[in-house]
């Protein structure tokens, strides 16, 4: 092997030292290393053998297991524990921006109107749900990051809005990394909804933009997921790996978790765009995609300024009524399944 030794340059200066001593010489009189010179060789060898090459990027792990087949690409879910016990929904894409906050929000009001037990639970570091109920995260003391890396009770942190929320704070930002090294990690939800989860009907999950732990504790505290999607083509491409999420889920921790449905949100059925992308989704999910568009409207933008969904800030408009609809869908899609 030709490794050539380098040594750093104070190794250099202090070599220089000892042959001073032994030649019983002032170290002034030896030449001092020149500034320039990083590094002093030990001995001259001509090649240099790196176990890398310098300008050659690390290797890159690729993944050795194949994709799934496109189509169909979600697994739907095993038998509902039925509409005797409480419904556990997470609401979950990984891409931001398709409307989960505002689903979880306002789909959760619609099933209060229609007399169900509602808790929301925020489990995004963002903590729009948070907001949109008027409360500041910021300032927020304790939260569902205390719930799951403390172990305080839910009941602590539920605020009693339009309707009941576990809020989020800012703080929530360091739960997967504090939630990393605890034992029973992805549990850490479902264990702090067991005191609650008798007091509810459904139990809507507002998830962040990621396939992270908290992401994968709201999936193994669900029964079921709704995957909210923008209507534009792109939006199609995180699904497989989504799926892939759950899969592992399914495995592991959580087998009855699966996609109750489909969401298309932000339709704007003026646009060829927008229908097309439906039909994709209908041509690749069949069933799952609920029947419901949620259209395109700023009244969706408007309601959290004012701390409020859209079905209180705006009651009797189509934007508040396309959520009663979807309620229904997700109520009698339980029941069409037990049916099946
Ligand atoms: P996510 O939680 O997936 O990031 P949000 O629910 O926060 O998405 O929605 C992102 C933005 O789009 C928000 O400003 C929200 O008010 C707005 N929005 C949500 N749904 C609609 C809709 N149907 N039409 C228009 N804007 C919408
Ligand atoms: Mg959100």
Not at 30 to 46: F, G, H, K
Not at 98 to 120: C, I, P
């Amino acid at each position: 092997m030709g490794f050539v030794r380098l040594l750093p340059r104070s190794s250099s200066r202090a070599q220089n030292a000892v042959v001073a001593d032994e030649l019983d010489v002032a170290m002034s009189d030896v030449e001092p290393v020149p500034a320039d010179e990083p590094y002093a060789l030990e001995e001259e060898l001509p090649v240099l053998e790196l176990p890398v090459a310098l300008d050659a990027p690390p290797p890159v792990e690729m993944p050795t297991a194949p994709l799934p087949a496109p189509t169909p690409v979600f697994v739907p879910q095993a038998p509902m524990p039925g509409t005797t016990g409480t419904r556990v929904i997470a609401l979950a894409n990984q891409k931001g921006g398709v409307a989960k906050t505002t689903t979880t929000l306002n789909l959760g009001v619609a099933f209060k109107e229609m007399g169900y037990r509602v808790l929301l639970v925020d489990l995004d570091p963002q903590g729009n749900l948070t907001m949109s109920q008027g409360l500041n995260p910021d300032t927020i003391e304790t939260s569902m990051f205390d719930v799951l890396v403390r172990k305080i009770p839910i009941s602590d942190v539920i605020e009693r809005r339009e309707v009941d929320l576990a809020v989020a704070s800012i703080d929530l930002a360091g739960a997967e990394l504090a939630l990393a090294a605890l034992i029973g990690r992805e549990r850490s939800l479902e264990k702090a909804l067991v005191e609650v989860r008798d007091q509810y009907d459904f139990i809507l999950i507002d998830t962040p933009p990621s396939l992270g732990l908290l992401t994968i504790n709201a999936f193994v505290a669900a029964t079921g997921v709704i995957v909210p999607v923008q209507c534009e083509y792109l939006a199609l491409r995180g699904l497989v790996q989504l799926e892939n999420t759950l899969a592992m889920v399914r495995e592991n921790l959580n087998p009855r978790v699966g996609v109750e449905g489909i969401v298309p949100t932000m339709y704007d059925g003026r646009t060829l765009h927008a229908r097309e992308a439906v039909e994709i989704l209908e041509e690749n999910f069949g069933d799952l995609v609920f029947k419901t568009r949620i259209r395109k409207t700023v009244r969706y933008a408007e309601a959290p300024v004012k701390g409020s969904s859209v079905l209180g800030y705006d009651p009797t408009g189509p934007a508040a009524e396309a959520y009663r609809e979807l309620a229904k869908e997700v109520l009698h899609g339980a029941e069409a399944r037990e049916h099946a």
